[in-house]
RNA sequence: GCCGGAGUGGCGGAAUUGGCAGACGCGCACGACUCAAAAUCGUGUUCCCUCGGGAAUGUGGGUUCGAUUCCCACCUUCGGCACCA
């Protein structure tokens, strides 16, 4: 009997390997134009402090795909970074009161301590920090080059602002019913502020086209709905006045059916419409709703309220004058801010004129619908049907309607058909200190001067007052704040914002292609053969921020001639997320977090990498299991022993031989699938399933033959990408050469891999009922008379002939009786 | 209200194209090793049963020789949007 074999201890090997690989530079990508590139990414970590068992289920997956590329022949670039400025570290830094530049790089330090025992094969000299001059330098780069060509504007407007973090929320930081900050869950309120914006609504259409790109299609939905095209018309009417009313509509089909007008409280035709004898009301109104949180104004349960401001307005295509009101159901922030009303075919403007007593006129009647009249219908109509009272449309079907309209509006100079998003411009300005410093000075002489490209970056101050006072806390620092124009030279002021870190963000795909270039964000041979990113992997929850930003920041930077393409990355897988053993999300004031360094330290990285694949569907995840993850760390325990552990060669092996390499090659077949469909769970169980295989042909004799060397050479070279570790050191404990992350991914033999029997399950009238082994090809008369002769079936038929016989070849038989 | 994801044993999950439901793992039970335990190894494990079978993939229908898979109508749950004109 053999020497019994000393076990698998990870903590013996894994920091050794990891070492070793990175003392070698194993993963070192560089440009090498003999091969094809592969650029894999994973979102970039924020540098909260500790690295999470979530950053291990989103990272290591990633890692293992990458790794199967290179595997399969690929070049491959797989970075790591952080993405640096933001909040959290002014709060934190807030309550314990250091700097939020010491806490961030103090908590980098740290993570990237945790990120090394993942065993994943980030190349670290291409590591980018945002919060890095050397970054942010570029980051104030691009907002110049925006600014230059008009793709940076700066407007006085109301924003989204939490009263607790002292800032400017975009509104996606804004949360839940109650419509509370992201960060600390105070509900937001309004403010108006002058404020930087991008002119992302510029490419609302080019970001609806997904084409190019191999996107998860609930991100192509969340992204299309975010943007939210709706196309109609916008037509002018006039008030009395002769004051211009623009407004827009998807139906201008119903123009005949207006009966009245109605402004958002914030028009700026409110005042001047408002007649002296309602002035007084008009004006109550309009303060109460901007007192109003947008909560209330906007719960759709609540029922409609408006005042009339005593003004008409003229409806262009009939002159009729209809009266204008004012109501807070219409925003000034969608469409033009007013809105013509058509109670009969509109719901909300049939609550607002029943509620008020304005007429409803029908301009629309369905065909299956009795004649429609507006004094006594409960609800609106806004199904298409023949025009009715609508003057030259009168008769025209449903679906030439509002083909016909727009082209009258467009003879008649009123008004053309238009189209109108949901997504605003990116509003980018932060009353924060640790983010990236706007680079503005505001002259006197020469307004809003963009820092020269040469005086870049604009270095963030570090002694600061960076307590929250409800200012910017840059414009507290007076010799930072107070500046020469680089234009006329005379005394100016710096903008004291900082920048909205997903704009950060935006652009660290670039970053790593030469993190520390001196001239240009990136050095263009690195960016012409890496880009763009092939694989890019990630949580849906970034689907309407970082995603969509990134993208519009390609868009416009190819149209200026910076990056090439359209799209920054080409294929998007999402992760799911890991929650408490509870099934709740993880959070320290539930306590139910896992930490995943406890976890290495009990398992070891490999297990709890293999763990991360096998327990979960990546896309979807789960709970944390502290059961479930020993089966991993038994899996390479036993990889271990069955490997290493020397067992009996059988005299004749021949059978066991072509039954190892059948089962080897069709999990080869299979684990290969599973890789390029990111089905993780799948590649460790079909690796388990094939271990189980094997340690029953070496129980019965069929090891170390060469059948058996071929199956644990390519076995290792399978598990290779999900546990590098052990299988690093087995490959090494075999004689075989170093590395096994320098092998090539094993090569698929079809013959081996094939079944010279079938097992054709017998169903009778679709139920299973018995099962024969017949050779490979057998045709249909034999399979058939095979199943008809068997005991079984012969028992159910009893003697009845088979109506009908379904033969699926090497799969099914169904006789039916 | 609208849009999207998910519902399969005690649990995580599997099931190329419509073709053996429950692979693999956890847990549990029994057994081996041990003075004992841990670790490890082996066997069994959807449910019901009169041991012939029968039922079962959220619910109810439908298409089909055959449905976890396709169609229709619902239910539960998670996420997004929400007076968007």
Redesign the pocket.
């Known amino acids: 009997m053999a020497e019994p074999i000393e076990r698998y201890i990870p903590a013996n090997i894994e920091a050794k390997w990891q070492k070793k690989w990175e003392t070698d530079g194993l993963y070192h990508s560089d440009i090498d134009k003999s091969k094809k590139k592969y650029y894999a990414l994973t979102m970039l970590p924020y540098p909260s402090g500790n690295l999470h068992i979530g950053h291990w289920y989103a990272m290591t997956p990633s890692d293992a795909h990458a790794r199967f590329m290179r595997m399969q022949g690929y070049n491959v670039m797989f970075p790591m970074g952080f993405d640096a400025f933001g909040l959290p570290a002014e709060n934190a830094a807030i309550q314990r009161n250091i700097h939020p530049k010491e806490w961030t790089y103090d908590n980098i330090a740290n993570m990237r301590k945790q990120l090394r025992s993942m065993g994943a094969m980030f190349d670290w000299r291409r590591e980018a920090v945002s919060a890095d001059p050397e970054y942010y330098r570029w980051t104030q780069w691009f907002f110049v080059q925006l600014f230059k060509n008009d793709l940076a504007y700066r407007k006085m407007s109301p924003v989204d602002w939490c009263p607790k973090c002292n800032t400017t929320l975009a509104r996606?930081q804004v949360?839940g019913?109650d419509r509370h900050c992201e960060r600390c869950h105070t509900p937001v309120i309004k403010k108006d502020l002058n404020q930087w914006f991008f002119r992302i609504t510029k490419y609302a259409d080019e970001l609806l086209n997904f084409s190019t790109i191999d996107w998860p299609?609930?991100v192509r939905?969340?992204q299309t709905?975010w943007i939210?095209k709706?196309e109609?018309a916008s037509v002018v009417f006039k008030t009395e006045q002769g004051d211009p009313l623009e407004v827009?509509?998807?139906?201008p089909d119903t123009l005949w059916g207006v009966t009245f007008m109605v402004l958002?409280p914030e028009h700026p035709l409110v005042k001047k419409l408002t007649t002296p004898d309602n002035k007084a009301k008009v004006e109550a109104y309009v303060q109460e709703s901007v007192r109003q949180t947008e909560i209330q104004?906007?719960?759709?349960d609540?029922e409609?309220s408006g005042v009339f401001t005593g003004g008409y307005a003229i409806n262009p295509v009939n002159g009729e004058r209809v009266p204008v009101w004012v109501a807070?159901?219409?925003?000034m922030t969608?469409?033009t801010?007013a809105?013509m009303g058509v109670p009969a075919h509109?719901q909300?403007d049939f609550d607002f004129a029943r509620k008020f007593g304005l007429d409803v006129r029908v301009v629309i009647q369905p065909k299956d619908m009795e004649e429609l009249d507006g004094a006594s219908m409960a609800q609106a109509v806004p199904a298409e049907g023949t025009m009715v009272n609508s003057g030259p449309l009168t008769g025209t079907p449903g679906d030439e309607a509002i083909h016909k309209a727009i082209q009258l509006i467009e003879e008649k100079g009123v008004g053309k058909g238009a189209v109108?998003y949901?997504i605003r411009d990116w509003l980018i300005s932060r009353q924060r200190y640790w983010g990236a410093p706007i680079p503005v000075v505001f002259c006197p002489n020469c307004g809003a001067v963009p820092v020269p490209e040469d005086q870049l970056p604009v270095m963030l101050p570090d002694d600061v007052e960076w307590r929250p006072t409800g200012e910017s806390p840059l414009k507290l620092h007076p010799s930072w704040r107070f500046t020469k124009c680089p234009q006329c030279g005379g005394d100016a002021e710096r903008e004291t914002d900082t920048m909205d870190t997903f704009m950060c963000s935006s652009w660290y795909h670039l970053a790593y292609l030469s993190p520390k270039n001196p001239d240009w964000p990136f050095k263009q041979d690195e960016y012409d053969y890496w880009m763009p990113v092939d694989c890019y992997t990630g949580g849906v929850e970034h689907a309407?921020m970082h995603l969509i930003y990134t993208r519009f920041f390609h868009k416009a930077f190819r149209d200026l001639g910076v990056t090439k393409e359209a799209e920054p990355m080409l294929q998007l897988r999402n992760q799911g997320q890991i929650l408490g053993p509870d099934g709740q999300r993880m959070s320290k004031s539930r306590g139910n977090v896992i930490d995943p360094d406890e976890q290495v330290r009990l398992y070891g990285a490999d297990t709890v990498r293999s763990y991360l694949m096998f327990?979960?569907?990546w896309q979807?995840g789960?709970p944390w299991?502290p059961?479930?993850i020993?089966?991993?760390h038994?899996?390479l325990?036993?990889v271990w022993t069955i490997f290493l552990e020397e067992g009996k060669t059988a005299a004749d092996t021949t059978r066991l031989d072509r039954q190892l390499r059948r089962r080897v090659h069709q999990t080869l077949r299979s684990v290969t699938?599973d890789f390029e469909h990111f089905?993780f769970?799948?590649v460790v169980?079909g690796l388990?399933?094939l271990l189980?295989d094997m340690?029953e042909i070496k129980e019965n004799g069929g090891w170390n033959t060469s059948a058996w060397q071929e199956a644990v050479d390519i076995y290792l070279r399978m598990m290779a990408p999900v546990a590098p570790h052990i299988s690093e050191e087995l490959w090494a404990r075999l004689g075989k050469p170093y590395s096994i992350h320098l092998q090539p991914w094993p090569v698929y033999d079809e013959a081996a891999a094939a079944e010279d029997e079938i097992?054709l399950?017998i169903?009778v009238?679709?139920?299973?009922r018995d099962?024969i082994v017949l050779p490979v090809g057998v045709t249909e008369d034999i399979a058939r008379e095979a199943a008809l002769a068997r005991e079984a079936v012969q028992k159910i038929l009893a003697g009845r002939e088979p109506r009908?016989v379904?033969y699926?070849p090497g799969?099914?038989i169904?006789i039916?009786g």
């Open positions: 996606e949360w019913e299609e609930p939905i969340l709905n939210g709706s109609g827009f509509t998807t139906r958002a104004r906007e719960a759709t609540k409609k807070d159901y219409v925003l969608y469409g801010g809105i509109d909300r109108t949901r309407t327990g979960y569907r979807v789960g299991d059961g479930n020993q089966g991993s038994r899996w325990g036993r699938g089905e769970n799948t169980s388990m399933e189980n340690a097992e399950v169903q009238n679709g139920k299973m099962k009908k379904i699926v799969r099914l169904n039916v």
